[in-house]
């Protein structure tokens, strides 16, 4: 989508998001229903626009004139929310139509979750909204809560927060209500401050794409974060996510649907297609967006964001008052990909000297339970270890009740934020002393926590966040295709009917085209070219039947390896024909290929995929074994780089059979990628490939050559 | 060891818990210090026994007669507590063994934890222990605290808990002073009674499995925990667990040192030898340990113990207030390894009666917002689904602030309590109204809590158990080995220096004599013998160099396959002899081993390992590519019964692969498995076996036939 395109969306949102006359269709008097609360909270939390209740059964709700149509109201509406039945939204949207109220947002129940009567009600409220214009928030949904402007366009939250820590920071967005405005209890409940709280609802018009993107551009928001079950339409949420990414503002999301069970319960909870969720994963990998497993990391998370600092890698230091407590963490930090630092020798040294002969000085270092007689220990420890230059996070585990006076618990903290680390205080100890440290510690933007897990995964997932958009601005090199691959390959594939199959002859074609090296090969009629492509290629070569209607060669008896004579050729090619007619009589023959044999090599795969959600998808693996056996591929989305192709080939499981074994030689990953590259080109250019197998792509050591090939077009 | 050296350990434990006078070796005034506190605990709260304080500087300490030394202490002493400078440790157990002191605690640092020195000291301890047969907790730990008999004999737990709901429930050994004592306040603040505190410290005498075994027998220990980093002695720990597990007494273990930096650190931490944590995790599996990650984990496994119950199965039903807790919640159900159960029809139709029609009847049930404006939906609710048999455990999903009142909780907690099923409560919200609700339940012995995650594990673990002591229970089928196995062995190996290597024919033939079936094969010495050979064995046969110096005989050129002809053994067998003498010009040649050729199968492995805490292993995985790449392979102790050799099969990662891909047949598990058990027996008869290799173990479609083998004594 072009940025003009997307500064369209953007202007059109902002009625929504900062208007200054709300008008409340269906409005009551009774504030602990949704069609009542909007109207008490804008009152009580001192919005500045105006305020319109709508309803024709009084003449003032709470005080305030009250029409009986949106279209009576005498000045203009920014925003209308629509609390009414199901069966009325339609008409009620149409009055909103003829007063030009740019923005909705509709309560209501009773669409596309419900099934098919309702699919069809928001099929035409869809229509409606933008035949004329409207942005639509819902239906379903719980509305929009707005910090800054009193915005309580919504019936989860009717009160500002009393007490915040940090200003303008988060802004969320959640696709289920209850939950979304659970997380937002939570996280508010913890002073961290909310730019907006979106509900989505059932995303009739306004999508969780262009939510996001709205706060990419909202100058009070500084992180965004979400739960999300699934986009409906992935290259948007892609463009809305590299804003963000270009912005520096984190996204942060609880995705739900990981496991197949999950996934079918989240869809039948929002009505809505859900991609797979392995397509999510590769997805927020490659775009880095942190993916967060619970309320606690996501909190743990945002308190250090909300400190202002973030890693600078992923060396950890820990600094524990118990040698347990310390082995414990080191245990969480391997288990969740920090690296243990070493401290430098001038650090153990110096530490030496004030900790007791019983102490660890290297890390995890123990300051041991001699800080229940010298709480100040403690601290005469970490201004030595603040001074070693060979860690960026550091975790500190102390007990709550050690020298719990809130002169030293401030001293200790001024200490933190001296620091240009990550520090995060893990305290111990009975539930509620701990939770007033951990309190007192983020108020003063001190990252805190008791949990940890939750603590180390959140800062093992920062530091990933970091390393992960350096990564992304680094420049990749440019893969070049052959010239005129692309319209070479629109000939070959121009002709064809959607959901032809190609078999491997015309596939390597397409390959080649590319610039991807498959095994030399001619196609042959009869026996006698057969015998002259075998001497043109050099024996030995493999004898191949090639049909359209033939995909299982093997099964087929339609393979035949390792010939190296001219009668050998002959005989081949008389079986391969042979068993092929007798395989499948019906089956139309192309011919027979005859192909190089090419040396022992490692077995590998690449592909092209389709995802519902987000389109075509590159993918790479281990062949044989591995794949069948393990499912051990990775994958990725358009566009590809280089970098990142190499990125998904260090993912693999088997790195050990990339580096060699068996005496056989390391596969060229650089090789490899470029072929991963140059299929990403070629299912850029060619939407219409559904799917493009090479299996076996052959890693010899005279370079990675694919030798077989299958392609299938949609349908 | 026999029960009666049991019946031993554990009578001369008894003065050490449970003693009738207790005398505190430099027992000082300042409760403050370690010297200090027992002696101001034990008159606090009320111990019954006689106090006797030791120091020569006193006449009296806090009002009580203090004495120059233990000698002159005018009655018997159960427990002397030691709190001297490490220097003056010695002199004051031989004080001790004069006065026949049976059981000693020593609360003194400056042993084997702080280097050679350390260790030299702390061996004479134990050697003065066992010479006059004190029993020895410590040196360098904080001692024993029991509640019973308020046995303030340490110096991390002072009072009394004031507040417990749970009496004469928890038994806890903590290999870390520090970290145990601050799980006890943690766990004792949830209102869960200790029997028995124990803090090991060096356990120079005493060892963790002597205490284990002690709170089996404690009639006031119901379960036991602990903190560990490793034993000593395998065997022992072994038959402490067995005497657990015939208790129905559960055993949960913090074992920390799962990455091998932390493994690392606890060796560092406690001086002791830390074996495999590969191990640990096998003999938690096979003995039914249950093995938690956190604190928190803990806390919530104590919570559903504390209530009584427990799963039957592993089958869950997530009810929520929330379609996205509820989806999350199934996330979670299906990562940590708990299924989603299927609700019945009849279930899903009632409850479709009282629901709103945006609700979810099937698993994840989702009672929706709706129970905002009538709290009672979600008791209803309740009430239909408790009916249904279809699962083991409930996830009650709830928001802290939903008709929160105490008559409603209660209300909901005789719910939970009425039915045998295992109900966990998860309480959404700000912290300190969530923190009251989870309290509140378990204050009534309702399983609660507010982290998913730990919630989520803990069930599962527990389900695990429940399975896992079930199937320890039941009978496995005995697996016989040859008779006079024992015996052949015994002469094929009696003869043998240790460190001895057996290369492939001599290893069959112990392999042999354990009924392990290997491939046919003939050792010859010259090129006629391997043609009759090869004839008799019938071609095509496989020709391979036997030499105790040479292991790896392929790489040597020491190896020829598929020989179909006299010509070709002939030509085979000079040439395996000549690239032998080239490979190792001074191997010793045994001869030449010819080798019936294996149809293609499936390439396992099995064999014998060492552990140097727990002796002999057995393990499985599968060969080739497998086990290189991918270090897929599953282990376990002795001894291993036939289900048990067919769960470590069921472990391995690469199951595809033995249901059969790539057009072979299934794995027979019942043969393997029987060979793991023959294995198993040839290690436990033969402990000298430092290693025993079956690399490839083939399965063909006629069985499962060793085709090498290697085999290396102990030095």
Not at 179 to 205: C, K, L, Q
Not at 236 to 263: C, M, Q, S, W, Y
Not at 292 to 316: D, Q, T, W
Not at 628 to 639: F, K, M, N, Y
């Amino acid at each position: 989508m072009q940025a003009q395109k997307w500064d369209k969306i953007l202007t059109s949102l902002r009625p929504m998001f900062d208007p200054s006359s709300v008008a409340i269709i269906g409005a009551s008097s009774n504030p602990d229903k949704p069609s009542g609360q909007p109207l008490v909270a804008l009152l009580k939390n001192g919005y500045k626009g105006q305020i319109y209740p709508v309803n024709p059964r009084y003449t003032a709700v709470q005080g305030i004139p009250c029409y009986s149509s949106i279209t009576e109201i005498p000045g203009t509406v920014d925003l209308a929310i629509i609390a009414v039945p199901a069966r009325q939204v339609l008409d009620q949207m149409r009055a909103c139509a003829a007063k030009k109220v740019p923005a909705v947002i509709i309560f209501t129940s009773g669409f596309a979750e419900t099934g098919a009567e309702g699919a069809q009600l928001q099929s035409q409220l869809t229509d409606l909204a933008r035949q004329h214009g409207i942005r639509v928030c819902g239906p379903n949904c719980m509305g929009i809560f707005g910090a800054r402007n009193s915005l309580m366009a919504n019936f989860a939250i009717d009160t500002l927060p009393d007490r915040v820590i940090v200003q303008d920071f988060l802004g969320f967005i959640s696709q289920s209500g209850g939950f979304g405005s659970a997380v937002y209890e939570i996280i508010r409940d913890r002073g961290i401050g909310f730019s907006y709280f979106i509900s989505t609802g059932n995303e009739a018009d306004v999508d969780f794409s262009e939510y996001v993107a709205f706060l990419v551009e909202d100058e009070h928001t500084r992180v965004i974060a979400g739960y999300l079950e699934g986009v409906k339409d992935g290259s948007k949420f892609i463009e809305a996510v590299d804003r963000a990414n270009r912005a520096g503002k984190p996204i942060l999301l609880i995705k739900t649907g990981r496991h197949e069970a999950a996934a079918r319960a989240a869809a039948s909870h929002t009505g809505s297609l859900v991609g797979s969720d392995k397509v999510y994963q590769a997805l927020f990998r490659q775009k880095g967006i942190l993916r967060l497993e619970s309320i606690e990391e996501m909190k743990v998370a945002l308190s250090v964001l909300a400190s202002g600092k973030l890693p600078a890698g992923n060396r950890v230091c820990i600094v524990a008052t118990s040698g347990g407590s310390g082995v414990l963490m080191a245990d969480k930090c391997a288990e969740y990909g920090l690296e243990l630092a070493e401290l430098s020798e001038e650090t153990r040294h110096r530490l030496s000297l004030i900790l007791p002969e019983f102490a660890s000085t290297s890390n995890p270092v123990d300051i041991t339970g001699q800080v229940v007689a010298n709480p100040l220990l403690l601290k005469e420890a970490l201004e030595i270890i603040l001074g070693d230059p060979n860690y960026d996070i550091m975790i500190l585990c102390y007990w709550a009740l050690h020298g719990r006076t809130e002169l030293y618990l401030q001293q200790l903290a001024q200490m933190c934020l001296a620091s240009n680390k990550v520090i995060m205080n893990l305290i111990w100890g009975p539930e509620q002393p701990a939770i007033e440290v951990v309190n007192s510690l983020n108020d003063m933007l001190v990252p805190a926590a008791r949990e940890a897990d939750f603590a180390v995964r959140a800062l093992s997932s920062l530091a990933w966040y970091v390393k992960r958009q350096q990564e992304l601005r680094q420049p990749s090199p440019e893969v070049p295709v052959p010239p005129g691959a692309r319209e070479k390959v629109q000939d070959l594939l121009g002709q064809l009917e959607p959901g032809s199959t190609l078999g491997e002859y015309r596939t390597k074609q397409i390959l080649r085209c590319y610039g991807i090296p498959c095994t030399g090969e001619i196609l042959v009629q009869d026996e006698e070219q057969a015998v002259q492509a075998a001497e043109k290629l050099g024996y030995p070569v493999a004898v191949k039947i090639e049909s359209p209607d033939i995909l299982h060669k093997t099964e087929a008896g339609g393979v035949k390896l390792n010939l190296s004579s001219a009668a050998d050729v002959r005989c081949a090619f008389r079986e391969v024909t042979g068993s092929a007619r007798q395989y499948r009589p019906s089956a139309r023959l192309a011919g027979v290929l005859v192909q190089q044999m090419l040396p022992p090599g490692t077995e590998l795969i690449a592909g092209i995929g389709q995802d519902p959600v987000f389109g075509s998808t590159v993918l790479c693996g281990l062949g044989g074994i591995f794949v069948e056996a393990l499912r051990d591929v990775s994958i990725r989305l358009l566009p590809l780089t280089f970098n990142e192709a190499l990125a998904m080939i260090a993912e693999l499981k088997a790195q050990r059979v990339l580096d060699g074994i068996r005496g056989r030689g390391p596969v060229d990953r650089m090789q490899w990628a470029q072929i991963l590259v140059r299929l990403a080109a070629l299912a850029s250019d060619f939407p219409s490939i559904a799917e493009l197998d090479i299996n076996p792509l052959i890693a010899t050591p005279q370079g990675i050559v694919a030798a077989d090939g299958l392609l299938v077009l949609r349908k």
